[in-house]
């Protein structure tokens, strides 16, 4: 767990957001044990930015994985830390990969963090 919300601390480094000026790091565990990271990258048209969740997300498809176990989260304004929960986008993008249990770890540091599910987050999301 420690190394998944160290990894995302290190994603949040890269984040492009001079808009919001909330800088967003992810962690995504594949099940055969690979890690891929995300940050946000942000749009002066402000609708194209994309969540580092989705970053990582996409990021892993685009290289053949889609089986994953968890995902760390860590972000606030420079030099804070909150720990960001998922935005809606973001669920529904996880519900198309994940199942129920998978794991979103909101991570102030590597010692302060919450634990949800996915169906805990997003209950009935859409599927087809
Ligand atoms: N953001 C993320 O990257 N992930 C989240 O979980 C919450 C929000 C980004 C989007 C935007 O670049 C900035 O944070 C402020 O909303």
Same mark, same amino acid.
């Given at each position: 767990?420690?190394?998944?919300?160290?990894?995302? !601390?290190? *994603?949040?480094?890269?984040?492009? +957001?001079?808009?919001?000026?909330? =800088? &967003?790091?992810?962690?995504?565990?594949?099940?055969? $044990?690979? &890690?891929?990271? /995300?940050?946000? &990258?942000?749009? *002066?048209?402000? $609708?194209?930015?994309?969540?580092? @969740? %989705?970053? *990582? !997300?996409?990021?892993?498809?685009?290289? /053949?994985?889609?089986?994953?176990? %968890?995902i760390?989260?860590? #972000? #606030? =304004?420079? #030099?804070? +830390? &909150?720990?960001?929960?998922p935005? $809606?986008?973001?669920?529904?993008?996880?519900? @198309?990969?994940? +199942?129920?249990?998978?794991e979103i770890v909101? *991570?102030?540091? =590597?010692?302060?963090? @919450?634990?949800m599910?996915l /169906? =805990?987050l997003?209950?009935? $999301?859409?599927?087809?």
């Amino acid at each position: 767990m420690k190394d998944l919300i160290n990894a995302a !601390i290190n *994603a949040r480094k890269f984040s492009y +957001s001079p808009y919001s000026h909330f =800088e &967003v790091g992810a962690a995504l565990m594949c099940s055969d $044990g690979t &890690v891929y990271t /995300g940050c946000n &990258v942000e749009n *002066a048209a402000y $609708g194209p930015s994309n969540c580092a @969740e %989705r970053t *990582a !997300i996409f990021k892993a498809v685009s290289e /053949g994985k889609r089986d994953f176990v %968890r995902i760390a989260i860590v #972000g #606030g =304004e420079k #030099g804070q +830390s &909150v720990a960001p929960t998922p935005c $809606g986008v973001c669920r529904q993008v996880m519900s @198309e990969f994940c +199942s129920q249990d998978f794991e979103i770890v909101m *991570a102030k540091s =590597e010692d302060d963090y @919450e634990v949800m599910t996915l /169906g =805990e987050l997003l209950p009935r $999301g859409f599927e087809l």
